[in-house]
């Protein structure tokens, strides 16, 4: 039981502090803490209040204090966590609108309620156990039908992917519960309950290891940011120094050039057509030096409330020239709302993400600039394209420094999504990409309303 509870609540734990903005989260975070408050009561009672006895850490006179600890325990593992594992199913599998969700979580307060009445507490817990599986099972049923029927609907090749993840890992020691004890308990199998260990073990150590090798409950996005992060630091030392040697050099050519430009008209064709070569690659080495070292330069952000649609409009005024092509369609679903950012570097984010989808983009092709409210009540900015789309392999590197699938122009460096990923994190928000071979690209940027 000890072993039971602790993994339970230590999963539980991870995952709502490493998707703290997402709904579902607390969900899921609540229903693993209600599914191991049943282990962690019965611990009480049986492990740690007869232990704390024997010792004389504590008296007989504070069993009444751990009975009603494990009583509580036991309801919210019985009668709080179907509940939770519905509101959870609901929410993360994304079929229903947050009206709805509201509307779905106050009317099953109703029959929760009703099982709080039909609980005795003390002297010893007692559930209705008909009354119990009549409540709990349908819930589990129908939100195992939400999960199912949201993953086989999903045409998102990685999501799709994600949500079978989901599934496997979830639903095999919550319908176990179902089996060993709800219906174990309505038809007189009491003790049945216990082997419910077994799974919730298995899929907790599986969730553990999975979270670190694979990328589950959004910790791998976690590690995966901080690996970025490190990465980005040692390449900007690196770029830094390279940046410096190169222009060193270039500034030594710079200087036998000007010394030799008085003496060009002395030479022959081939003499002036080499020193103009020289100044045409001197200058060129510049530019591209200068692009490099503004993408990989320290990001230093001003975090401060702006006008979310005035920086759009000015970034869609920049690129206009190159727009005449295209179709840009705005629509601004979230208002005239402010957000935290910083503008100069949002703004270069959303010119980096426009200027890539007008690259990928035929003629008459179209890109739609929505702003909208997330679940979490942030804001988020989400660039669409009818282009080209990205590969599957080539969508996982696209945020990766010096990677591009643009071919070696001399201007595309694979930089650019770099820099909009580092700016978008440090600022306190989110990037993230969607694409699809030959249907295009969607590009959603989140951004916090409020300071943290």
């Known amino acids: 039981m000890v072993l039971t509870f602790f993994i339970l609540y230590t999963v539980a734990a991870t995952v709502y502090i490493n998707n703290r903005e997402k709904d579902w989260s607390k969900w899921l975070s609540l229903l693993l803490f209600s599914f191991g408050s049943g282990a962690f009561g019965k611990s009480l009672v049986e492990s740690f209040f007869p232990y704390l006895v024997e010792y004389n850490l504590v008296t007989l006179d504070y069993e009444i204090l751990f009975q009603?600890?494990?009583?509580?325990?036991?309801?919210f593992n019985q009668n709080v966590s179907p509940y939770c594992f519905m509101m959870f199913s609901a929410t993360y599998s994304g079929l229903f609108s947050k009206g709805t969700l509201r509307l779905l979580g106050s009317l099953l307060l109703i029959p929760l309620f009703i099982m709080i009445l039909n609980?005795?507490?003390?002297?010893?817990?007692?559930?209705?156990w008909i009354l119990v599986a009549v409540w709990a099972i349908p819930c589990?049923?129908?939100?195992t039908s939400f999960m199912i029927y949201s993953?086989?609907?999903?045409?998102?090749t990685e999501k799709k992917k994600d949500r079978k993840l989901f599934n496997y890992l979830l639903l095999p020691p919550f319908l176990t519960n179902v089996l060993t004890n709800y219906i174990g308990h309505a038809v007189g199998l009491i003790a049945m309950w216990r082997l419910n260990s077994i799974p919730v073990v298995i899929a907790g150590i599986t969730c553990i290891v999975m979270m670190t090798k694979m990328g589950v409950l959004g910790v791998r996005l976690k590690i995966e940011k901080q690996a970025f992060d490190s990465k980005m630091q040692v390449f900007n030392?690196?770029?830094?120094?390279?940046?410096?040697?190169?222009?060193?050099?270039?500034?030594?050519?710079?200087?036998?050039?000007?010394?030799?430009?008085?003496?060009r008209d002395q030479l022959n064709a081939s003499g002036k057509e080499a020193i103009d070569i020289i100044s045409r690659s001197s200058d060129h080495l510049t530019n591209m030096v200068d692009r490099i070292q503004s993408k990989t330069q320290a990001i230093?952000?001003?975090r401060s409330k702006q006008n979310l649609n005035k920086i759009l409009d000015n970034s869609i005024e920049d690129i206009q020239m190159d727009c005449d092509r295209v179709r840009i369609n705005k629509k601004y679903n979230a208002g005239n709302i402010d957000v935290i950012c910083d503008s100069a570097h949002t703004k270069e984010v959303f010119i980096n993400i426009l200027n890539n989808a007008l690259e990928a983009l035929k003629e008459g092709g179209e890109i739609e600039v929505l702003t909208d409210f997330s679940k979490s009540?942030?804001?988020?900015?989400?660039?669409?394209?009818?282009?080209?789309?990205?590969?599957?392999?080539?969508?996982r590197r696209v945020a990766d420094p010096f990677f591009t699938t643009k071919g070696n122009s001399g201007t595309n460096f694979g930089l650019g999504l770099a820099y909009c990923y580092h700016v978008m994190t440090k600022s306190g928000g989110n990037l993230e990409i969607e694409s699809e071979l030959n249907k295009g690209t969607s590009v959603k940027l989140t951004f916090p309303i409020k300071e943290v």
Do not use: C, R, W
């Open 151 to 156: 993953t086989k609907i999903e045409k998102n």
């Open 140 to 143: 589990y049923l129908v939100g």
């Open 377 to 395: 009540d942030n804001v988020i900015v989400v660039f669409t394209d009818n282009g080209m789309g990205i590969s599957p392999n080539d969508l």
């Open 119 to 128: 609980t005795t507490f003390y002297p010893q817990v007692s559930h209705n």
């Open 68 to 75: 009603v600890s494990y009583s509580l325990g036991s309801f």
């Open 300 to 302: 230093y952000i001003v």
């Open 237 to 263: 030392t690196g770029s830094g120094l390279l940046n410096h040697a190169v222009k060193n050099q270039i500034y030594k050519i710079n200087s036998s050039l000007f010394l030799l430009k008085p003496y």
